[in-house]
């Protein structure tokens, strides 16, 4: 299957920061991209779909000020968590999809990075 | 509004033998997609096995096959031979027909699954 990477896959910050989050296509061209938070224990929850070029389409209760998402091409979304407090620590996972006709069944996760906010 | 449902948060199993795990969903679209994902502790989403809404035959993947009762709106996954390294949680996932604009996937809460030696 398509490689997805996410860069980093730990991070730590103080209350306060912003951080940025690289999800790349390594092997593919991503047409859309998504990015959800699991908190532990529990499942992934969808934040935002990103389509290359456009603005992020967020779910409901997603602040978008708040999680700034990126997909300026092809191959890269970044997802920026500004201000960050302890609250938004959680586990960030992106997926990419190809444009294909066959690409809405496939659907390649990232190994997904861990965010701590001290 | 579409929804998956896993109602079993933990299974185990004993190494070598065959475990089910179950996965219902609700959907009013007639195209819709169902997908089953293993997550082990390193976190990781490792796709096994997908099912189209239009599918005639069960899918099946290795070890893997999914149980596809569209009647009854369920879609199980069958583990045979189970191994040491099928620990993990296993997600049941949909993917969104064309209200949805084939875009999302949405997720159950999960089952943790043990296999003891």
């Known amino acids: 299957g398509a490689v997805v990477s996410q860069h980093p896959s730990r991070v730590i910050c103080k209350s306060g920061t912003s951080v940025k989050i690289e999800c790349r296509s390594l092997?593919?061209?991503?047409?859309?991209m998504f990015w959800y938070r699991q908190f532990p224990k529990q499942s992934l929850m969808l934040m935002a779909t990103?389509?290359?070029?456009?603005?992020?389409?967020?779910e409901q209760g997603v602040e978008k000020d708040k999680f700034l998402i990126n997909h300026a091409s092809l191959t890269l979304s970044t997802l920026t968590v500004t201000s960050a407090h302890p609250e938004d620590s959680s586990f960030y996972i992106c997926?990419?999809?190809?444009?294909?006709?066959?690409?809405?069944?496939?659907?390649?996760f990232g190994p997904g990075t861990r965010l701590t906010v001290l | 509004a579409q929804k998956i449902t896993q109602t079993q948060p933990g299974m185990f199993v004993q190494e070598k033998e065959a475990v089910t795990l179950d996965c219902t969903y609700d959907?009013?679209?007639?195209?819709?997609?169902l997908f089953w994902y293993k997550q082990p502790s390193s976190g990781e989403m490792i796709f096994l096995i997908y099912?189209?809404?239009?599918?005639?035959q069960n899918a099946t993947e290795g070890r893997y096959s999914l149980n596809f009762q569209k009647a009854r709106k369920s879609a199980n996954l069958v583990i045979s031979a189970s191994q040491l390294g099928d620990s993990a949680m296993y997600f049941c996932?949909?993917?969104?027909?064309?209200?949805?604009?084939?875009?999302?996937?949405?997720f159950g809460a999960g089952t943790r699954l043990a296999v003891h030696p």
């Open positions: 092997d593919f061209q991503a047409t859309t």
């Open positions: 099912q189209g809404s239009y599918d005639q």
């Open positions: 996932a949909m993917r969104e027909g064309p209200s949805g604009g084939y875009n999302k996937l949405i």
């Open positions: 959907t009013s679209d007639p195209s819709y997609g």
């Open positions: 997926s990419a999809r190809g444009g294909g006709p066959g690409s809405y069944n496939e659907q390649f």
């Open positions: 990103s389509n290359e070029g456009s603005k992020a389409t967020y």
